[in-house]
């Protein structure tokens, strides 16, 4: 089974707690986690809802794999409508809270409404109880856990919390567990605050049992482990150096945006790459990197733990970050460095820090920085506006101010908060916002990589790197090697890495897998837990549903092609240097034949037809 | 020849397979709150640490046991909790230095490491060697080798 079959259903509005079975004719269609809890909320919620009113929904979903000893099985998402984007959410963390809500005997966990005042759950088991969250309101996610820890006076608590950029309005802000795990994109954070709910706490003691076929589950499990294991990315690169390992690669092939994606190489890739995290510092000869971590029941562990140099002009006298913290990945790196042209790694590193402090999405964080540096060197905006601040690209000291005054919502951190698109709309210039559905681009510049462009142009989030990886094909060569420069073909491939990463989050474990795993090695681990027929054949469809479903969502609440698109930077201004240089991303080329193949009209809505066979009509 | 725990903590990267492995083995389900080894956490410093009995060999629990309900396994040499003597009053918890033996308030008896009856299966679980199964005379070994490779004749491989 390897589900609970419980949601609880949190009125907050009410004050109500209730137990529910799950649709367990849902499950057979959707799995779990993304797809399921997305399939929920288009059954329950009208997805023209204002994100940030009462109306919104906010689900938190664990898949079945979730809490087993499948390895990454400690996955949850947050699943809303988006206020950044006003597209559905699916903000996807780790950490070791999803696995303690499955513990605790549940599934999911669905929040409605709105609470008259600021409160936070608190899960034991079966006994949920809304509590009164004024002492820990206003205050930022790190302390907020503190201050939680003692009232509950229990270690083994887990906890999900808002820090103070979502009660800000900060449309980037995400939820944060375990200190430094986030459910990151799309504002779900902001969400969650617009509802007066702070926290979730819990504690599970139950475990997860039900599984289908235990003996054959437990060796399709350590099966799977040995090729994550074996493989040279999930068994080495990414314990080594986490997903930073491709800071020196992507700036290598000419795909590493740069100041707000003017340029596509970094001159100081090398000094923020994963290698320079394990460099001795001058000052006290330590690297920035103490170690890497796991989440919950991950084999792989590219989770990095860092300190700042205490010297670092950002944390002198400030012993309160001079401890070890979530460091840098990939994709923070690259926001907050090459993206703002900050080369300071320690500046960098603390950046990171506040993000997960104060719950704000360092892509998204890093990116709209970088669009106020465009913003203020085209003489957009000045002085005047950022109160005195300088916001030249290269400078560390812009970045980590930002950082400070965003978190708290202070100062010009109030426009930053508006992420990239607004801000750009509010001083007149939208075409340099690096955003696909008002969503910050993540890490790779679809010039050098056309096909992770139209993967941008056809999330359902807004532009994301993680709901169609084409990197693994495009540059790694996952499972095989597609030309980065061309477009042919491109459009099959988007659609698979699609449809297929839709299943790995639905079914509760990290995509990050899929460095070593294709879909044969992951049906026979979830075969082996759910009750149920779970064919290949059936999987894949399914991942094929739940996008179209994702999309069905989207189209109700208003978007449309039109939103399928680049940013004309992207579309028309040639890459400068590198072996894409001269290269625009074409995605006239390819979005046609990708509706073509998703069974969508021109218009980008699935035909009558694409509804049937999906069981969608 | 008898075996023994080895933890290396620099190893470790807190995933807790070694938890869900232990419950699963000991009570069917994956559940680390029913796990006889503990990872711990020290958050700010960047350390993980599993932790469980070490069975010693004059052992406290052993001993402090009225009901002669803790035995010694005299193939594995653990010391194993005998469910149908142990009648919970918890002096074993009191006595043992180390915190390893634990009370559950499901079945009203004591709950401890037993090596798995000499297949442990934290160690078979463990990802990345921070628990292993080695000889009981030997868990000095890898450290040794460890020292040993700087000697100073090392550059001569190089």
Redesign the interface.
Known sequence: MAWTRKVLRVNLTEGTCMPEPLNMDWAMQYLGQRGLATKYLMEEMDPNVDPLSPENKMIMATGPLTGTNASTGGRYSVITKGPLTGAIACSNSGGFIGAEIKMAGWDMIIFEGKSPKPVYLFLENDKPTLVDASFIWGQSVWEADKKLRQKHQDPLIRIATIGRSAEQGCLFAGVINDLHRAAGRSGVGTVMASKNLKAVVVRGTKGVANIKDPKEFMAATRKGKQVLHDNAVTGAGLPQYGTQVLMNVINEIGAMPTRNWREVQFEGASKISGEAMHEPRASDNKPNLVTNAACFGCTIACGRISTIDKDHYTIVNKPEYWGASGGLEYEAAWALGSDTGVDDLDALTYANFLCNEDGMDPISFGATVAAAMDLYEEGVITKEHTGGLELKFGSAEALTTLAELTAKGEGFGKDIGLGSRRLCEKYGRPELSMTVKGQEFPAYDARGIQGIGLAYATSNRGACHLRGYTIASEVMGIPHKTDPLETEGKPELVKAFQDATAVVDSAGICVFTTFAWTLDDIQPQIEAACEGDWSMEKLVTMGERIWNLEREFNLKAGLSKKDDTLPPRLLNEPAKTGPAQGKTNELAVMLPEYYKLRGWNPEGVPTDETRQRLGLA | MQKSLHIDPMKC?????CE??C??EN????????SRIKVFNF??????VPYTCTQCAEAWCLHACPVEAIQLNKGTGAKEIKNSLCVGCKVCTIACPFGTVNYSQETGKVIKCDLCGGNPQCAE?C??GAITYVDANWTGLDKMRAWAAKTANAEHTA
Request: hydrophobic share 25%; charged share 20%.
């Open positions: 990267t807190g995933c807790l397979q869900m492995a419950s699963y009570e069917g389900v994956f559940n680390p709150s029913k958050e700010h410093e960047g350390r993980f679980a990802p990345t």
